[in-house]
Protein backbone atom coordinates (compact mmCIF):
# COMPACT_ATOMS: atom_id res chain seq x y z
CA UNK A 1 0.00 0.00 0.00
CA UNK A 2 1.29 3.92 -0.91
CA UNK A 3 2.84 4.86 2.24
CA UNK A 4 1.32 8.42 1.67
CA UNK A 5 -2.01 7.03 1.62
CA UNK A 6 -1.56 5.72 4.96
CA UNK A 7 -0.62 9.01 6.36
CA UNK A 8 -3.83 10.51 4.85
CA UNK A 9 -5.82 8.17 6.36
CA UNK A 10 -4.03 7.91 9.68
CA UNK A 11 -4.66 11.58 9.75
CA UNK A 12 -8.38 11.68 8.47
CA UNK A 13 -9.15 9.25 11.55
CA UNK A 14 -7.44 12.15 13.91
CA UNK A 15 -10.08 14.27 12.55
CA UNK A 16 -12.83 12.55 12.77
CA UNK A 17 -12.37 11.58 16.72
CA UNK A 18 -11.85 14.99 17.30
CA UNK A 19 -15.18 16.29 16.83
CA UNK A 20 -17.69 15.50 19.67
CA UNK A 21 -20.18 12.93 19.58
CA UNK A 22 -23.52 14.46 19.33
CA UNK A 23 -26.27 12.40 20.92
CA UNK A 24 -29.83 13.25 20.66
CA UNK A 25 -30.87 15.36 23.46
CA UNK A 26 -33.15 13.14 25.64
CA UNK A 27 -36.83 15.19 25.46
CA UNK A 28 -38.33 16.58 28.51
CA UNK A 29 -41.28 14.32 30.35
CA UNK A 30 -44.64 15.54 29.38
CA UNK A 31 -47.74 15.21 32.03
CA UNK A 32 -50.11 13.39 29.80
CA UNK A 33 -52.77 16.27 31.04
CA UNK A 34 -52.39 20.05 30.33
CA UNK A 35 -50.64 21.67 33.00
CA UNK A 36 -51.60 21.98 36.66
CA UNK A 37 -53.29 25.63 37.27
CA UNK A 38 -51.68 27.09 40.79
CA UNK A 39 -52.19 29.94 43.18
CA UNK A 40 -49.41 31.70 45.62
CA UNK A 41 -50.47 31.87 48.80
CA UNK A 42 -48.50 34.40 51.06
CA UNK A 43 -46.47 34.92 53.52
CA UNK A 44 -48.91 34.93 56.75
CA UNK A 45 -49.81 34.16 60.47
CA UNK A 46 -52.31 32.48 61.53
CA UNK A 47 -54.01 30.91 64.93
CA UNK A 48 -53.56 27.03 64.99
CA UNK A 49 -55.46 24.38 66.89
CA UNK A 50 -53.28 21.45 67.21
CA UNK A 51 -55.93 18.99 66.30
CA UNK A 52 -55.98 15.24 68.05
CA UNK A 53 -56.40 13.71 71.49
CA UNK A 54 -55.80 15.46 74.47
CA UNK A 55 -56.29 16.14 78.28
CA UNK A 56 -55.76 18.24 81.47
CA UNK A 57 -55.71 17.49 84.55
CA UNK A 58 -57.12 13.51 83.54
CA UNK A 59 -59.51 15.42 81.36
CA UNK A 60 -60.38 15.48 78.07
CA UNK A 61 -59.46 18.98 76.47
CA UNK A 62 -58.65 20.65 73.53
CA UNK A 63 -55.62 22.81 73.39
CA UNK A 64 -55.37 26.53 73.00
CA UNK A 65 -54.77 28.22 69.65
CA UNK A 66 -51.23 29.23 68.85
CA UNK A 67 -49.90 31.90 66.44
CA UNK A 68 -47.97 30.92 63.94
CA UNK A 69 -45.96 32.15 60.95
CA UNK A 70 -46.87 30.53 57.50
CA UNK A 71 -44.28 31.02 54.70
CA UNK A 72 -45.49 31.63 50.83
CA UNK A 73 -46.18 28.38 48.72
CA UNK A 74 -47.77 27.69 45.53
CA UNK A 75 -50.70 25.03 45.85
CA UNK A 76 -53.06 23.53 43.17
CA UNK A 77 -56.30 25.55 42.24
CA UNK A 78 -58.19 23.24 41.55
CA UNK A 79 -58.33 19.53 43.53
CA UNK A 80 -56.60 16.44 41.89
CA UNK A 81 -59.74 15.60 39.42
CA UNK A 82 -60.80 12.18 37.78
CA UNK A 83 -58.88 12.60 34.62
CA UNK A 84 -55.65 13.47 36.01
CA UNK A 85 -55.35 10.09 38.65
CA UNK A 86 -56.90 8.14 36.11
CA UNK A 87 -53.36 8.83 33.86
CA UNK A 88 -51.66 7.85 37.39
CA UNK A 89 -53.45 4.48 37.14
CA UNK A 90 -52.38 3.49 33.44
CA UNK A 91 -48.49 4.52 34.10
CA UNK A 92 -49.07 1.86 37.01
CA UNK A 93 -47.89 4.43 39.47
CA UNK A 94 -51.32 4.72 41.07
CA UNK A 95 -53.60 1.96 42.92
CA UNK A 96 -56.99 1.87 41.13
CA UNK A 97 -59.82 3.39 43.01
CA UNK A 98 -63.64 3.65 42.54
CA UNK A 99 -64.04 5.60 39.70
CA UNK A 100 -66.50 8.78 39.07
CA UNK A 101 -67.97 10.50 35.59
CA UNK A 102 -65.44 13.18 34.49
CA UNK A 103 -65.97 16.73 35.31
CA UNK A 104 -65.47 15.98 39.21
CA UNK A 105 -62.65 15.72 41.85
CA UNK A 106 -61.06 12.40 42.60
CA UNK A 107 -62.43 10.62 45.55
CA UNK A 108 -62.10 7.47 47.68
CA UNK A 109 -58.40 7.88 47.89
CA UNK A 110 -56.26 7.27 50.90
CA UNK A 111 -53.94 9.28 51.79
CA UNK A 112 -50.98 7.06 50.40
CA UNK A 113 -53.00 7.09 46.97
CA UNK A 114 -52.34 11.11 47.43
CA UNK A 115 -48.86 10.37 48.10
CA UNK A 116 -48.52 8.41 45.17
CA UNK A 117 -50.11 10.44 42.73
CA UNK A 118 -47.59 13.21 44.15
CA UNK A 119 -44.45 10.87 43.77
CA UNK A 120 -45.68 9.82 40.22
CA UNK A 121 -46.14 13.61 39.25
CA UNK A 122 -43.18 14.37 40.75
CA UNK A 123 -41.34 12.41 38.43
CA UNK A 124 -43.40 13.64 35.21
CA UNK A 125 -42.53 17.20 35.27
CA UNK A 126 -39.34 17.11 37.58
CA UNK A 127 -40.11 19.10 40.39
CA UNK A 128 -41.11 18.28 43.61
CA UNK A 129 -44.94 18.05 44.52
CA UNK A 130 -46.42 17.47 47.94
CA UNK A 131 -49.15 17.15 50.04
CA UNK A 132 -49.75 20.40 52.22
CA UNK A 133 -49.31 20.69 55.56
CA UNK A 134 -52.74 21.71 58.02
CA UNK A 135 -51.24 24.94 59.03
CA UNK A 136 -50.45 25.19 55.14
CA UNK A 137 -54.05 23.94 54.25
CA UNK A 138 -55.57 26.03 56.85
CA UNK A 139 -53.59 29.01 55.57
CA UNK A 140 -54.61 28.68 51.61
CA UNK A 141 -58.69 27.79 53.02
CA UNK A 142 -58.18 31.70 54.23
CA UNK A 143 -62.10 32.97 55.02
CA UNK A 144 -63.44 29.54 54.64
CA UNK A 145 -61.70 27.76 57.33
CA UNK A 146 -63.30 26.82 60.57
CA UNK A 147 -62.73 24.68 63.67
CA UNK A 148 -65.26 22.30 65.11
CA UNK A 149 -63.70 22.01 68.02
CA UNK A 150 -66.09 22.86 71.24
CA UNK A 151 -64.77 24.33 74.64
CA UNK A 152 -65.19 21.21 77.13
CA UNK A 153 -65.83 23.61 80.11
CA UNK A 154 -67.33 20.50 82.52
CA UNK A 155 -68.43 17.94 80.19
CA UNK A 156 -67.21 14.60 80.43
CA UNK A 157 -65.75 13.18 77.10
CA UNK A 158 -69.21 11.44 75.94
CA UNK A 159 -70.73 15.25 75.96
CA UNK A 160 -67.42 16.50 74.28
CA UNK A 161 -68.04 14.06 71.49
CA UNK A 162 -71.65 15.03 70.74
CA UNK A 163 -70.86 18.60 71.46
CA UNK A 164 -68.27 18.50 68.84
CA UNK A 165 -70.35 16.60 66.68
CA UNK A 166 -73.17 19.22 66.68
CA UNK A 167 -70.79 21.53 66.07
CA UNK A 168 -69.22 20.03 62.57
CA UNK A 169 -73.12 19.63 62.08
CA UNK A 170 -73.59 23.32 61.97
CA UNK A 171 -70.68 24.07 60.41
CA UNK A 172 -72.29 22.02 56.92
CA UNK A 173 -75.30 23.64 57.57
CA UNK A 174 -77.61 22.33 54.34
CA UNK A 175 -74.81 21.20 52.10
CA UNK A 176 -75.77 18.16 50.27
CA UNK A 177 -73.03 14.91 50.33
CA UNK A 178 -73.71 14.33 46.86
CA UNK A 179 -70.52 14.67 44.92
CA UNK A 180 -70.60 17.84 42.85
CA UNK A 181 -68.92 18.72 39.69
CA UNK A 182 -65.54 21.17 39.83
CA UNK A 183 -66.35 24.91 40.53
CA UNK A 184 -69.83 23.92 42.42
CA UNK A 185 -68.21 25.77 45.97
CA UNK A 186 -66.98 28.39 44.29
CA UNK A 187 -63.84 30.31 44.88
CA UNK A 188 -62.54 31.91 48.16
CA UNK A 189 -60.42 34.93 48.89
CA UNK A 190 -57.04 33.58 47.55
CA UNK A 191 -58.30 32.07 44.27
CA UNK A 192 -58.61 28.52 45.22
CA UNK A 193 -61.70 26.49 43.94
CA UNK A 194 -63.74 24.33 46.05
CA UNK A 195 -61.78 24.86 48.94
CA UNK A 196 -63.18 23.73 52.09
CA UNK A 197 -66.22 21.63 50.71
CA UNK A 198 -67.81 18.43 50.81
CA UNK A 199 -64.76 16.57 49.43
CA UNK A 200 -62.38 16.76 52.33
CA UNK A 201 -58.51 17.09 51.49
CA UNK A 202 -55.71 14.95 52.73
CA UNK A 203 -52.66 16.84 54.56
CA UNK A 204 -49.70 15.51 55.68
CA UNK A 205 -50.31 16.34 59.26
CA UNK A 206 -50.46 13.96 62.05
CA UNK A 207 -52.87 13.77 64.32
CA UNK A 208 -51.71 14.34 67.89
CA UNK A 209 -52.54 13.15 71.59
CA UNK A 210 -50.80 14.49 74.71
CA UNK A 211 -51.56 16.68 77.67
CA UNK A 212 -51.92 20.02 78.58
CA UNK A 213 -51.01 22.58 81.04
CA UNK A 214 -53.26 24.91 83.02
CA UNK A 215 -53.12 28.03 80.44
CA UNK A 216 -54.04 25.33 78.11
CA UNK A 217 -50.55 25.07 75.90
CA UNK A 218 -49.28 21.79 75.26
CA UNK A 219 -47.47 20.57 77.87
CA UNK A 220 -46.23 16.50 76.34
CA UNK A 221 -47.62 15.82 73.08
CA UNK A 222 -45.97 12.53 70.41
CA UNK A 223 -47.54 12.26 66.46
CA UNK A 224 -50.31 9.13 65.92
CA UNK A 225 -49.12 8.99 61.91
CA UNK A 226 -51.66 6.76 61.36
CA UNK A 227 -53.80 9.22 61.65
CA UNK A 228 -53.79 11.78 58.90
CA UNK A 229 -55.56 15.44 59.19
CA UNK A 230 -58.13 16.44 56.59
CA UNK A 231 -59.46 19.46 55.73
CA UNK A 232 -62.99 20.49 54.57
CA UNK A 233 -66.06 22.04 56.24
CA UNK A 234 -64.80 21.39 59.44
CA UNK A 235 -61.29 19.03 60.33
CA UNK A 236 -61.23 15.39 60.56
CA UNK A 237 -58.77 12.80 61.18
CA UNK A 238 -58.85 9.78 59.51
CA UNK A 239 -56.87 6.71 59.41
CA UNK A 240 -54.85 6.75 56.58
CA UNK A 241 -55.44 3.55 54.66
CA UNK A 242 -59.47 5.08 54.91
CA UNK A 243 -60.52 5.69 51.37
CA UNK A 244 -64.65 6.28 52.08
CA UNK A 245 -64.54 7.52 55.47
CA UNK A 246 -67.97 7.87 55.50
CA UNK A 247 -68.34 4.53 56.47
CA UNK A 248 -65.81 4.58 58.87
CA UNK A 249 -62.16 5.26 59.66
CA UNK A 250 -62.76 8.34 61.67
CA UNK A 251 -60.61 9.00 64.55
CA UNK A 252 -62.32 12.82 65.82
CA UNK A 253 -65.29 14.16 65.12
CA UNK A 254 -67.84 13.92 62.15
CA UNK A 255 -66.59 12.05 59.29
CA UNK A 256 -65.96 13.42 55.84
CA UNK A 257 -68.35 12.95 52.88
CA UNK A 258 -66.03 12.68 50.42
CA UNK A 259 -61.95 12.52 50.44
CA UNK A 260 -59.81 13.63 47.26
CA UNK A 261 -56.55 16.42 47.46
CA UNK A 262 -54.71 18.80 46.26
CA UNK A 263 -51.00 19.63 46.23
CA UNK A 264 -48.21 21.95 47.30
CA UNK A 265 -45.47 22.13 44.47
CA UNK A 266 -42.21 22.95 46.28
CA UNK A 267 -39.58 25.44 45.82
CA UNK A 268 -36.52 24.93 44.50
Not at 42 to 58: Q, V
Not at 200 to 215: H, I, K, S, V
Not at 221 to 245: F, K, L, N, T
Amino acid sequence: MNPSRLVAGAAALVVIAAIPLMLPERAAPEAPFAPIELVEVPTGAIEYRPFGSFSRGGKVDAPEPVTREIRAFEIMKYQVSREQYAACIAAGACSEVSSSHGGVPQTRVNWQDARDFAEWYSGVTGRTWRLPTAMEWQHAAAERYADATVDPGDLDPGEQMLANYRSGVLLRGAARPALRPTGSFGVNSRGLVDIASNVWEWTNTCMERGTLNDDGSIAESEPYCWVRIAGGMHRAAIVDIVRDASVGGCAVGLPPDHLGFRLVRARH
